[in-house]
């Protein structure tokens, strides 16, 4: 709905940084078309006092000055022609959208150990025999019992982990169970559907 004299922010441009809000890339926006290059770096210079008052803490980062800079090369979209107090080379970086995160999609064998436990097992399978390696081994085979815990119903034999733990380390991993002692777990349930949160009715 179009209404004469309300200005709607769906209608307006987008902000390139709305945290400074509108009235910061106005002020950006006018600097840009002022035609003496003195004059527009002085403007520049009021802009950064404004955003710097709307940001305070930035005063306590290291750089902050740097920042402010390269936010005003963000909102100006690179156009404006001024000569910059500071090097803006890299606040393109700023702009860019970061790469979307490859989601691992592979299947593993077992699912109630999940994808960490098994990422374990492939370390455990590239290290030499040593302090480091017993380390982890432990950190392993607890956290092995822990998830048999949590998804067996509270049932988890010590023998089942260290069968497990030598299966998918192809052997490297023996665990000596008459000198190995598990840290004290205790069952935690797994939480239940609830079916949409509706509660079955009496009848």
Not at 53 to 69: C, F, G, I, S, V
Request: with cysteine; glycine share 4%.
């Amino acid at each position: 709905m179009n209404i004469p004299g309300l200005d709607y922010n769906t209608q307006r441009e987008k902000l390139i940084m709305p945290e400074y809000g509108r009235e910061v890339q106005k002020m950006v926006d006018y600097c840009m078309t002022i035609p003496d290059r003195k004059e527009r770096l002085n403007c520049a210079y009021t802009i950064i006092d404004t955003m710097m008052r709307m940001n305070p803490h930035l005063a306590l980062t290291d750089n902050y000055e740097q920042k402010l800079w390269d936010q005003l090369a963000v909102i100006s979209d690179f156009k404006l022609d001024i000569d910059w107090p500071v090097d803006i080379s890299k606040a393109k970086v700023m702009k860019e959208k970061p790469q979307p995160i490859k989601y691992e999609t592979g299947r593993i064998p077992v699912r109630h150990y999940g994808r960490m436990v098994f990422e374990l097992f492939d370390k455990l399978k590239t290290m030499e025999p040593g302090p480091e390696r017993d380390e982890l081994t432990a950190l392993t085979a607890n956290q092995m019992k822990r998830d048999l815990v949590q998804w067996g119903h509270g049932l988890a034999d010590d023998e089942k982990v260290a069968d497990d733990l030598a299966r998918f380390t192809d052997g490297k991993i023996q665990l000596d169970l008459n000198h190995f002692k598990f840290e004290r777990v205790s069952a935690m349930p797994v939480p239940a559907a609830n079916n949409g949160g509706r509660k079955r009715k009496k009848k």
